[in-house]
């Protein structure tokens, strides 16, 4: 593997907390709309609407919020890392060279 693709020593991990946020986000809705058994019934109607479909046109929006909020997580990562890659790295002090005893 060639040194370019290795992390820096002063890299933030690749797997961040706002990462794992972000994937939980889009998760989150392809769950609810695709366990069809868990709104699979015809009560609380609606408007005349049985549940199963404005549960489903429920989610439109709210995957549009959890996507908007993925991708404010990732934007503001990807800033941090920026941010972190453009500091100096820590200087690791030389150790004296001795005999070894």
């Known amino acids: 593997m060639s ?3 290795l992390p ?3 890299a ?10 972000a ?4 998760l989150v809705p392809i769950v609810a709309v ?14 005349g609407m049985p549940f199963f479909y404005w549960y489903q046109l429920l989610w439109v929006p709210v995957s549009a919020l959890f996507t908007g909020a993925a991708y404010l997580l990732l ?3 990807e800033a941090a890392r920026r941010a972190a890659a453009a500091l100096p790295a820590p200087s690791v ?3 004296p060279e001795g005999d070894g005893k």
Request: overall charge positive.
């Open 3 to 5: 040194s370019s693709h």
């Open 8 to 10: 820096s020593a002063g």
């Open 12 to 21: 933030p991990p690749a797997l961040s907390p706002a990462r794992v946020l």
């Open 23 to 26: 994937g939980l986000c889009l």
């Open 34 to 47: 695709l366990w069809v058994p868990s709104y699979s019934k015809t009560d609380p109607a609606l408007g």
């Open 75 to 77: 934007r503001r990562d």
């Open 93 to 95: 002090p030389a150790q």
